[in-house]
């Protein structure tokens, strides 16, 4: 695998989804597996949460070890809005 790496550490797999989800810098990311479907392959995708917030990759990802490096890449650029945090400055 080339390019960027996860923390492979951070994420913990849920077993009824299937998914794996880990929590870094206020935001709840979670990866996906989108299996085979007709002719269309099977891709890892990601979404990042924060309060309201939702951001859903686009990108389709044959590695998952690719998209947890792109949802840690997001999470580490994009700091929460301030209106995501409560008054004593911790994640709402």
Avoid: C
């Amino acid at each position: 695998m080339s390019g960027p790496h996860p923390t492979i550490s951070a994420w913990e797999r849920d077993h009824d989804e299937g998914s794996y989800a880990a929590e870094l810098h206020g935001w709840t990311l979670k990866v996906n597996w989108t299996p085979n479907e007709g002719d269309q392959r099977g891709y890892f995708s990601w979404t990042a949460e924060v309060g309201d917030q939702k951001v859903a990759d686009e990108e389709r990802h044959e590695e998952m070890q690719l998209a947890m490096a792109a949802a840690e890449q997001h999470a580490a650029h994009n700091p929460p809005r301030e209106d995501e945090q409560d008054d004593d400055g911790d994640d709402a």
